[in-house]
């Protein structure tokens, strides 16, 4: 089983940043990806960005150029950087984690706001 503990979200003002962290322990083998997702009320629940093996990383169309993501293999950790800030990334922040078995497994989630 694997734990995964996330951190960092938070109130924030429009254009401004927050960085989350999210960090995987417990029968950890190998990682394969980890990935966050977000979840709007009343929307369904969206990639925002993975980070798979050789550290390539796939980002939604919405996040581009604002967000980057990127992990800490040693402490198999992953991080979602969040610039330039709009009230519509407002949402709950999930991690998740693919292992190279499979697994699949995902953190409880962390509340960013953006608001004046």
């Known amino acids: 089983q694997v734990q995964l503990v996330e951190s960092g979200g938070g109130l924030v003002q429009p254009g401004g940043s927050l960085r989350l962290s999210c960090a995987a322990s417990?029968?950890?083998?190998?990682?394969?990806?980890m990935s966050w997702f977000r979840q709007a009320p009343g929307k369904q629940r969206e990639l925002v960005a993975r980070?798979?093996?050789?550290?390539?990383?796939n980002y939604a169309d919405s996040v581009k150029g604002r967000f980057t993501i990127s992990r800490d293999n040693a402490k198999n950790t992953v991080y979602l950087q969040m610039n330039s800030l709009k009230p519509e990334d407002t949402a709950i922040y999930y991690c998740?984690?693919?292992?190279?078995?499979?697994?699949?497994?995902w953190g409880q989630g962390t509340q960013v706001t953006v608001s004046s």
């Open positions: 998740r984690v693919i292992l190279s078995n499979s697994y699949i497994g």
């Open positions: 980070i798979g093996s050789g550290d390539s990383t």
């Open positions: 417990g029968n950890i083998f190998s990682i394969h990806s």
